[in-house]
């Protein structure tokens, strides 16, 4: 019998599993657009701790071991900027990113009074753009160049939409 995957907030002491996760999973993101200075691949340990003090940063567990991770903070205005999702490879394509992100919609919008959820992604991600787009997100303005290689996709949902209890069931 296997062990499910649970999500939960992270705590000061999975900084450096989400880290490390993090430096695994922006690999393929840094190949796509032949930068590997890109910022999940640069920050520091102490940088991580800060965003875990200031945001919401939830975590998904298989039995002891983080294997994905995501971000969040809500600003004055009422936006959600929701930041860095990540899954393990070998647990990508099987809807934990999806049931990462709900989980932060709903716990953003409980948390604060939350009118929209925004995101980016690279211009290349074609699977996280269409992830993205198949949870209702959609993109706003034009892509926002970063370097000769790489734009900044920008992706919005009002937070009214309807999140699916299902994929935050977990949360």
Do not use: W
């Amino acid at each position: 019998m296997g062990m499910s995957v649970t999500i939960s907030t992270a705590e000061h002491g999975d900084a450096e599993k989400i880290l490390k996760l993090q430096y695994l999973c922006y690999q393929g993101e840094a190949e796509l657009y032949g930068d590997y200075a890109i910022e999940p691949l640069t920050q520091t340990l102490d940088e991580l701790r800060d965003e875990l003090a200031q945001g919401v940063v939830l975590v998904a567990r298989l039995g002891q071991e983080v294997v994905g991770s995501v971000r969040g903070t809500v600003d004055d205005k009422g936006t959600a900027m929701i930041g860095k999702l990540i899954v393990h490879p070998r647990l990508q394509r099987h809807g934990l990113g999806g049931r990462l992100l709900a989980a932060l919609e709903v716990r953003l919008a409980e948390e604060a009074e939350t009118k929209r959820f925004r995101l980016f992604t690279g211009h290349r991600s074609e699977v996280n753009l269409r992830m993205y787009r198949k949870l209702g997100y959609e993109q706003v303005g034009a892509a926002e160049p970063v370097s000769r290689r790489l734009s900044l996709v920008h992706m919005e949902k009002s937070a009214a939409g309807e999140i699916s209890p299902s994929l935050a069931a977990t949360a």
